[in-house]
Each structure stands twice: as structure tokens, then as C-alpha cells.
């Protein structure tokens, strides 16, 4: 924005040479700065215009001391805001910092305009919006977005934390900072889970994991009433099936060969764990083959201790599941081997109750959602069609998006 007519080393001599230039550029930023009783809108908008033609051909060091000046108002003149937001980072940067006369307007047009350096301070504003934040965050920046989810004082949307979320799967390093946001919800935090590392999960269960006892006691009654219906609402019937406190599937008991969740686990660690046995497990467990795979599948292990606790399994029957798997137990030195350690120390921490909701929430969102449109835009990696999709069909998008060839 510097005049052409300028070598790079003339700016030093332009600021000693034009004095008057200096003193008016002030004299107008300091008009610009008087009160409403001085000065109406259209005066100030007036001088805004001039000093916009000024400072577009004004060295960077004018700009600076003209903005630095202008970022205490209350009030700018919109031309010269605009023009201020869009000069070089550091000069934009005292305006995006410290002006709070600034609208959410011009933030997100800035935001648009600019690039990642501008987007990068103004992540670290005080008070940003949900607009801004959402418009800041949209260009899928690490950095940024990562600088606005450690600014405890910028405000976040829920389609923003969804975006982060959806994100997060590729930037994992977004996780811990994601877990610290108030606007995180259990829902988005249960389907995380599966990516993140060993001490975010142990985050998400001291957190999100609720209990359900609350739903329980204002619905105790309905479950007769859904009873003596014959259970013929699909409505209820699926709200109450995640309420209730019972979690195995009595009728998959009935039908199970091996008699009994606990016998299938005995099979399973007699004999290894195989297709057959493993959807046995799920069905007898109260969830479908495809959260049960998911479940015994994980590398980490956790999802495991959740998947016994929540059934009611013994510490023995998870070491049985565990060894059917053939994961170790101990390391070549003789020690707990750390995945185990891990998977011990979460069956303990949880209650049964709050087990339940993660097992419970996962069925939900990772089967039920499962319809034949969301199967497709999981393979296909139509990530713009998220918005089409229940809260439930992200999370399945997101969490099954790896067992699809993504």
C-alpha cells in the first residue's frame, strides 16, 4: 500500500522529509477520535475518506501510527476499518486486538479477505463471536483453530465444535484442546473417543461419561405403560431400550448356544475369538455385530473395559477377552504391558451405570443411524453431506469412516 513511487530504502528518508504529511495524517486521526458532541457521523465519515486516500499511498510506518491511534475509539469510520483490517499482519493485528468498536460485520469480512497471519491473531480476540469463530475456523487451519479453541474467551457455535470435531479424526492434536471447550457435548465427545489418545479418552470417561439415573426415575412408570402396549412404538421403544438399567439382551440369552454371555467369553478364551463368537458376544452384550466389531477392534483397548462393565462382566472375564484377542499382558521385561495396564485401570474407574450411556450411545449412533445413504457417503468420503444426517449419522460417519476404506 506503500507509494510506488518509493525505493525500499527512501521510507526512512519520506518519514524524516514530509513533516507535514505526518502532522496532518495525526490531525485527522485525532479528528476522527472526537466525541459525537464534536463531530457528527457524516464529518467523521468524511475525514475517514480522506485519510483512506492518505493512507493507501502512505508508508507502512504512517499506517501503523494511524491505526495504533484509531484502535482506542469507540466509533470508525467503516472505509478506514476496512482498509486497516486487510493492510500487513502487524498493523491489522492492532485494530483485530484492541479496537472494540469492531462488529462481528467486519471481523468475518476480514476473516474472508485476508489470510491465515490475520486469522491467527484474530483467534486470540477477546470475545470473539459465534460468527467470527465459525468464520475463522472455517479454512480448516490447524493453528487457528486451535488458537481459538485455547482463547477461553471466544464463544463457539455447535455446528462450529461439530466442524472441529469432524476434524479433529485427521488432527488429533486438536482433541485435548477440543476436551477443554464448556460447548463440547457428550455426543460429539463419545464419538472422539475412538480417535483420540490414551489420556484424552481417560478425559472423555472422567467427564462425559453421565449417568442415566435421572431418565430412569422420571420414566420408571413407562416402561409398564410401553409393556401393556406390547412394545409396538418403535419411538419408545428405543428411548427406553438406552434408558433402562438392564443391559443384556434376554432374548439373544435365550437363543445363545452357549447359554450365557459369560460362557460365550469362556469359549472365547478357550478356543480365540473369532466372527462367529464375536457377534455372539455382541447380541448377548445388547448391542449389534458391527458396534461389537468396532469395540473388539480398537487398538487401544478401552472401549473393551466399557463393553465388560457395562454387561457386568468380572475383571477375569475382561482378562479372558483380552488374551482371546492375543493381546499381551506382560512386556519382554516382565512388566504390565501399558495397553493392559490402561484397559485395567479404565474397567475400574467407571461406574456401571455410566458405562452403560458410552456402550449405549456408541449401538445407537453406530448401528441404528447405519442407513443405506450414510453407508454410502462413508465410502464415498462425501463429507458435505454431513449436514443431511442426524446428530447419531455424523457421529457413525465419523467414527466408522476408517472401516470404510477412508
Not at 501503523?64 to 469507540?74: E, F, K, Y
Not at 479418552?201 to 439415573?213: G, H, K, N, P, Y
Not at 405403560?225 to 438392564?246: C, H, N, T, V, Y
Not at 472375564?317 to 490402561?342: C, I, Q
Amino acid at each position: 500500500m506503500s507509494d510506488p513511487a518509493l525505493l525500499p530504502n527512501d521510507e526512512a528518508n519520506t518519514q524524516a522529509q514530509f513533516r507535514a504529511r505526518h502532522a496532518l495524517l495525526k490531525r485527522l486521526a485525532d479528528v476522527v477520535s472526537l466525541p459525537a458532541s464534536r463531530i457528527n457521523a457524516f464529518e467523521r465519515a468524511v475525514v475517514g475518506d480522506l485519510l483512506v486516500e492518505m493512507l493507501s499511498l502512505a508508508t507502512s510506518e504512517d499506517r501503523r501510527r494511524v491505526a495504533q491511534r484509531l484502535a482506542v475509539l469507540s466509533e470508525i469510520p467503516n472505509a478506514l476499518a476496512r482498509m486497516l483490517l486487510r493492510d500487513e499482519p502487524d498493523i491489522a493485528g492492532l485494530l483485530i486486538e484492541h479496537c472494540a468498536s469492531l462488529t462481528d460485520a467486519d471481523l468475518a469480512a476480514c476473516a474472508r479477505d485476508t489470510d491465515r497471519e490475520h486469522r491467527l491473531i484474530m483467534a486470540e480476540r477477546r470475545g470473539i463471536s459465534e460468527v467470527v469463530t465459525e468464520t475463522v475456523m472455517s479454512f480448516g487451519e490447524a493453528d487457528v483453530i486451535a488458537a481459538v479453541l485455547k482463547n477461553r474467551n471466544a464463544r463457539l457455535g455447535q455446528a462450529a465444535i461439530e466442524g472441529v470435531v469432524s476434524l479433529s479424526r485427521h488432527n488429533v492434536e486438536l482433541c485435548e484442546h477440543l476436551l477443554r471447550r464448556p460447548e463440547l457435548r457428550p455426543s460429539a465427545a463419545y464419538v472422539m473417543f475412538w480417535w483420540c489418545g490414551a489420556e484424552d479418552r481417560r478425559t472423555i470417561l472422567q467427564r462425559f461419561a453421565v449417568s442415566r439415573e435421572v431418565m430412569q426415575e422420571v420414566s420408571e412408570d413407562i416402561f409398564a405403560l410401553a409393556a401393556d402396549e406390547g412394545w409396538q412404538d418403535p419411538l419408545s421403544r428405543k428411548a427406553l431400550q438406552f434408558i433402562e438399567r438392564r443391559q443384556r439382551n434376554r432374548a439373544a440369552i435365550e437363543r445363545s448356544p452357549y447359554g450365557g454371555l459369560e460362557q460365550a467369553v469362556a469359549a472365547a478364551s478357550e478356543i480365540g475369538l473369532n466372527r462367529e463368537i464375536a457377534a455372539e458376544i455382541s447380541y448377548l452384550s445388547g448391542v449389534k455385530p458391527l458396534t461389537g466389531a468396532k469395540i473388539l477392534g480398537d487398538v487401544g483397548g478401552e472401549p473393551l473395559a466399557i463393553l465388560c462393565k457395562a454387561t457386568g462382566l468380572s475383571k477375569a472375564d475382561l482378562a479372558g477377552l483380552w488374551r482371546s484377542m492375543k493381546r499381551p499382558e506382560v512386556t519382554a521385561n516382565g512388566d504390565v504391558a501399558p495397553a493392559w495396564e490402561r484397559v485395567q485401570v479404565t474397567y475400574d474407574m467407571l461406574a456401571v451405570d455410566r458405562a452403560q450411556t458410552v456402550l449405549r450411545y456408541w449401538n445407537w449412533s453406530l448401528s441404528s443411524a447405519l442407513t443405506p445413504a450414510l453407508l454410502r457417503a462413508i465410502r464415498d468420503g462425501e463429507d458435505e453431506m454431513q449436514n443431511e444426517y442426524s446428530p447419531s449419522e455424523r457421529a457413525a460417519m465419523m467414527a466408522l469412516a476408517d472401516n470404510f476404506g477412508r
